[in-house]
């Protein structure tokens, strides 16, 4: 097998969408003699992850799986999909917390901090390994009703196929990988055969998607910003409802 076919094969071992000629010629061909094939498949991979499904020249976007043509309807029977379909992720919200809540995870998120039961923990790019932390240690039981709350969260997400369908996908089952701050604008998801498909909702389980990783920088400071501004506005029109 040629180089790029070991790329290619490489690529779609892992489960990425499937790359164009054009884009493979284009990594081997940069420099002479080309990389190892290690460095290949990385580079490849994080640009794939970081690209556009719906158009990217990076993407040979005919040989992906869309969803089926009435996947978005509310009226729609349920089914299973047939065959694996890739989609990058537009929006993600955590529907178990109120709005409020929500506002405070985001602007926790934005600040670099996360919660450890009743810990605030910053995580810094220079070591995610050692934490500071500005309260003391928490309990065990406290760390242990941190990890049950997160195990009970429900998030909705809306995910886009290589078409430009979107539809609302909403966990089934809890995915440890799925959350806001862990789940990036535009990040790769690979729904398996056998994802349920009700009433255009994708029912999300563990073992049938599978999370790539990447994101869209231009599409995560959008979403976070807007994001954040809808959340506020919610919450200041339902204050005056509520006065009125």
């Known amino acids: 097998m040629d180089l790029n076919g070991q790329l290619r094969a490489s690529?779609?071992?892992?489960?990425?969408?499937?790359?164009?000629?054009?884009?493979l010629n284009s990594l081997i061909t940069a420099r002479s003699p080309p990389p190892p094939l290690p460095s290949l498949v990385a580079t490849a991979k994080a640009r794939?992850?970081?690209a556009d499904?719906?158009?990217?020249t990076l993407i040979n976007t005919t040989s992906l799986q869309s969803l089926p043509p009435d996947a978005d309807s509310p009226e729609s029977r349920e089914r299973r999909l047939p065959r694996p379909v890739h989609v990058q992720v537009l929006d993600v919200e955590n529907i178990s917390l109120s709005r409020w809540e929500q506002v405070e995870e985001m602007e926790a998120v934005a600040r670099g901090e996360t919660t450890r039961g009743r810990e605030v923990v910053r995580v810094t790019a220079e070591d995610d390994d050692n934490p500071e932390t500005t309260q003391p240690r928490p309990t065990a039981a406290a760390a242990a009703n941190a990890r049950t709350a997160s195990k009970k969260a429900t998030h909705r997400l809306v995910v886009q196929d290589c078409k430009g369908v979107?539809?609302?996908a909403l966990?089934?089952?809890?995915?440890?990988?799925i959350g806001v701050g862990k789940t990036q604008i535009g990040e790769k998801m690979l729904l398996k055969a056998g994802t349920i498909l009700a009433r255009g909702v994708v029912l999300?389980?563990?073992e049938k998607c599978v999370l790539l990783g990447g994101k869209i920088d231009a599409w995560q400071?959008?979403?976070?910003d807007g994001r954040l501004a809808r959340l506020k506005e919610e919450i200041r029109q339902n204050e005056q409802q509520q006065a009125s």
């Open 53 to 56: 499904i719906t158009n990217s």
């Open 221 to 224: 400071k959008t979403w976070a």
């Open 204 to 206: 999300l389980e563990p």
């Open 166 to 168: 979107k539809l609302y």
């Open 11 to 23: 690529i779609l071992a892992q489960h990425l969408p499937y790359p164009s000629t054009t884009f």
């Open 48 to 50: 794939l992850l970081a």
């Open 171 to 177: 966990e089934l089952k809890r995915i440890d990988s």
